[in-house]
């Protein structure tokens, strides 16, 4: 239903006005169809909160948990500060680690990293230590007793694994496909079955997206292009099937893109500090709704008055047509 001011702004100005040009009509019809698009437009926000970037969205926990237990007093903040050395060293150390715990994780949850395969009621266990020498992994039977010892390797280098076999000649190595590939035939390499590039790739994800502060975190959850892209389709649709005009659909969007943008905004923010999608999206919704109370008729009553400048213009200008002939 149309406000009081606007029935009183229309019985006002409807006396000026032919049946053929109506300007208070059509600008009731834009304000009735940005309060009607409202629910549309904050369930596209809220629909937007719950949506994340897929990088970060498939993020790996594990990588992640190596990137933080090998390298403490990493910053993401500071990423561009480091050397290329000292991101080297981070990159390969928690690369490291993080093979570790995806072999454990595989084997502990009855799955197969390359021909190793627990048997029922076997245990895979690291070793306490970062630095245990000889071993990375050891297969607990049963009973708790040692089954096997493993060394876990996620390395380029064919020279280091020769090396590690030169010292630990007993001990059977499991590491990557690229450096098992490159010792065909050797009995005590296994192959993992993962990539290098793989491991390289989730690590680097985990060091530019974790922990990355507030700023980070907001702009992760900030997806204004669902909303918009809807606003326009909406509004578009208006203007085809001859139910607005463009200058007036334009107009239509552009408060609901505001509307919209607010209210991402603030759930944005909300999710960033509370991590919870419901409590952003409850957050965004009450924006929207504060939003469209702020909102007075001043701009539409403005847009009245242009809209009268230019009737007024085009009777001078007939006038003096008339008068002309």
């Not at 071993?135 to 096997?148: F, H, K, M, P, T």
């Not at 203007?239 to 944005?268: D, F, H, I, W, Y």
Request: hydrophobic fraction near 40%; avoid cysteine.
């Amino acid at each position: 239903m149309a406000r009081p001011e606007f029935e009183t702004l229309r019985q006002r100005y409807s006396k000026l006005s032919s049946h053929a040009i109506d300007p208070m009509g059509d600008l009731l019809k834009r304000y009735q169809q940005y309060r009607n698009t409202r629910a549309l437009d904050l369930a596209a926000v809220a629909l937007a909160l719950g949506t994340q970037p897929q990088d970060i969205d498939t993020l790996d926990p594990l990588a992640v948990k190596a990137l933080q237990d090998t390298n403490p007093h990493f910053d993401p903040s500071a990423v561009g500060s480091y050397s290329d050395e000292q991101w080297m060293g981070i990159v390969n150390s928690a690369k490291g680690k993080y093979f570790e715990y995806l072999v454990v994780d595989e084997l502990n949850t009855g799955g197969t990293v390359g021909d190793l395969t627990l048997p029922d009621g076997y245990t895979a266990h690291l070793a306490t230590s970062m630095t245990q020498p000889g071993w990375d992994l050891r297969i607990a039977d049963s009973n708790g007793q040692v089954a096997e010892l493993l060394q876990l390797k996620a390395t380029e280098s064919v020279a280091y694994l020769r090396d590690t076999l030169e010292r630990y000649p007993d001990i059977q190595i499991l590491t990557t496909d690229e450096v098992a590939n490159g010792l065909p035939g050797n009995q005590m390499v296994l192959s993992s079955d993962m990539s290098e590039n793989d491991l390289e790739h989730a690590i680097n994800a985990a060091a530019m997206h974790s922990n990355g502060g507030f700023l980070d975190e907001f702009w992760n959850a900030f997806n204004p292009l669902m909303p918009l892209l809807l606003v326009v389709a909406t509004q578009g649709y208006q203007v085809v099937v001859n139910k607005q005009q463009v200058a007036g659909a334009m107009e239509v969007a552009k408060t609901r893109a505001a509307r919209s943008l607010v209210a991402g905004g603030v759930g944005a923010a909300l999710k960033a500090v509370s991590g919870s999608w419901l409590l952003s999206a409850l957050g965004a919704i009450t924006a929207g709704m504060f939003f469209d109370r702020s909102q007075n008729i001043d701009e539409l009553v403005n847009a009245l008055r242009a809209r009268n400048r230019l009737l007024a213009s085009r009777v001078r200008h007939y006038q003096t047509l008339s008068l002309q002939s």
